[in-house]
């Protein structure tokens, strides 16, 4: 049962634009996102977190938003940099259990000059 | 400060062996996870370790066990080894409070033959 999915897989998108990465749960225990990003034969990088208390969580051109009533969390990158070209993954823990990270499958963002 | 670091970062086995993975974490965190990623599966988590004591585990086989020292480094050990556990295995460290957030190392490649 996967708890938490990123249901694309990957995302192409222009320098400049904004990229947006979604991810949705099921664990209605979760209270705490993390986004980490992830270069090939590297550990993931920690990006940004939010709480469940908040709905928004802003560390300069990152974004994330939570929506608990749809379970859905987002990010956004805003402007999007060919340097953001990596694989993004949500992760989400219970605050009964929180030094176990359960993450999603990943999203490949693509940035194109 | 110098961030987790993970030995070795590449390693050879074959079928039936054992292999012992090294984690440092960063000076000062008392909490290292280990985690599983494979292609298939995604990331996966193994084990927490907080002072010494395993303060929760993921649904892996026996075979797949851990420790951490008085110097908070960790190591994991996997005997008996399997096709299946070829994978990057990745140790994250926090401070090892309920929302700290986990820093992860480069990780072990290990390939079972």
């Known amino acids: 049962d996967q708890q938490v999915k990123q249901n694309s897989p990957s995302l192409s998108v222009q320098e400049g634009r904004i990229s947006i990465l979604n991810c949705d749960y099921t664990n209605s225990m979760f209270d705490y996102f993390l986004w980490y990003k992830k270069y090939p034969a590297e550990g993931p990088t920690f990006l940004i977190s939010?709480?469940?208390?908040?709905d928004k969580n802003e560390d300069g051109r990152f974004t994330v938003f939570l929506n608990k009533s749809a379970k859905h969390l987002s990010l956004h990158i805003v402007p999007s940099q060919p340097g953001d070209s990596a694989v993004y993954f949500c992760a989400a823990s219970a605050l009964d259990s929180s030094y176990k990270l359960i993450f999603g499958s990943g999203t490949r963002l693509l940035v194109r000059p | 400060k110098a961030g987790v670091t993970q030995t070795p970062r590449y390693l050879i086995k074959t079928r039936g062996q054992q292999v012992t993975l090294s984690c440092s974490p960063i000076s000062g965190h008392r909490s290292v996870s280990w985690y599983q990623q494979t292609p298939g599966q995604g990331l996966q988590f193994l084990f927490e370790?907080?002072?010494?004591?395993?303060?929760n585990k993921g649904n892996f086989p026996g075979r797949f066990s851990g420790r951490q020292f008085s110097n908070s480094r960790s190591e994991m050990n996997v005997s008996t080894l399997e096709l299946g556990d070829s994978a990057l295995y990745l140790c994250?460290?926090?401070?090892?409070?309920?929302?700290?957030?986990?820093?992860f190392g480069p990780g072990t490649r290990l390939t079972v033959l």
């Open positions: 939010i709480s469940s208390i908040k």
């Open positions: 370790y907080f002072s010494e004591t395993q303060r």
């Open positions: 994250a460290s926090s401070q090892g409070e309920t929302t700290d957030t986990q820093y």
